[in-house]
């Protein structure tokens, strides 16, 4: 073969080479897909049925099986931040001289709220889980740590006995979120605070909130079920997720609830981490909730 026609040649060996490396990428990602599509199978079912279909997803007795894997499966299938969004949502609840968090679970944002500069006197924690209840007083020996179990949506405390009221990643796992928005709001003294920390689909078409929203429906409620001890039991997270109210309806169910001056951000990475919402109940004037 002489020089011209090598020469010629020459782009059509580098086609042919690109396309060989291209089947090669699309055969590696489908044996992939295919692989994982088999790994999911054999976990369904071979696992599915330890899953209790009485148990409730999001209720005291499903938190009180995944308890003693809890905060495993949170560094996990947050991949590390949870710590600081909690931190950051216990700074927002800040100053304040009592503080309740609900859903408190096993204790990280009352740990949170201790380790601040500005700490308040007394924490207390409510949860209907009990197991949760008891992992978390084997965190604190402080006599300024209380928990307490009990449900969002009847809280067993008077109106306006704290200064501040904190929920971080419990409103999808209300029975009823506006009883308990209410209920927060009620115990909270006028002219305290309210503040929730929560996971919610991002509504964007930008690169990393399409990347957000499928590691949340794919791979985390994977990770956490297999995390859990409970395979798929946390299927209930993606969808809940999907289905959380936006910004506006969730400001507005703030509103309703009794509060005003809603404020909202995104935490990180990269502006698609959890909703932080912080809200106060009027100082002056009456709420519009019964009892506070």
Not at 137 to 161: C, H, I, M, N, Y
Request: aromatic content about 8%; glycine content about 6%; proline content about 6%.
């Amino acid at each position: 073969m002489n020089l011209l026609t090598s020469a010629a040649l020459s782009p059509f060996k580098t086609l042919t080479t690109v396309s060989k490396f291209a089947t090669m990428r699309l055969a590696w990602v489908a044996v992939t897909v295919a692989l994982l599509a088999v790994f999911v199978a054999y976990i369904q079912r071979n696992f599915v049925s330890r899953v209790n279909p009485d148990v409730v997803h999001g209720s005291g007795a499903f938190f009180d099986d995944i308890a003693p894997r809890y905060d495993v499966l949170n560094r996990v299938i947050s991949l590390g931040y949870d710590r600081s969004w909690r931190a950051t949502a216990a700074a927002a609840a800040l100053p304040a001289e009592s503080v309740l968090d609900v859903s408190t679970g096993t204790g990280d944002v009352v740990r949170a709220l201790l380790a601040h500069e500005t700490p308040p006197r007394t924490v207390v924690g409510v949860d209907p889980s009990l197991e949760m209840l008891r992992l978390a007083r084997e965190k604190f020996t402080a006599e300024d740590v209380q928990f307490v179990p009990g449900t969002a949506e009847a809280l067993p405390f008077e109106s306006g006995k704290f200064d501040a009221a904190i929920v971080s990643f419990g409103v999808r796992n209300f029975a009823d979120r506006t009883a308990g928005l209410a209920e927060m709001t009620r115990v909270v003294r006028p002219g305290g605070r309210l503040v929730v920390l929560e996971v919610s689909h991002t509504h964007s078409r930008k690169l990393m909130a399409r990347a957000k929203n499928l590691f949340v429906s794919s791979v985390m409620p994977l990770a956490a079920s297999l995390f859990s001890g409970h395979p798929f039991a946390y299927r209930y997270l993606s969808s809940s997720m999907r289905t959380f109210p936006t910004v506006p309806q969730f400001s507005s169910m703030l509103r309703e609830a009794g509060c005003e001056n809603v404020r909202h951000s995104r935490l990180p990475p990269f502006g698609v981490g959890p909703d932080l919402y912080v809200c106060d109940k009027p100082a002056t004037r009456a709420s519009n909730v019964a009892g506070g």
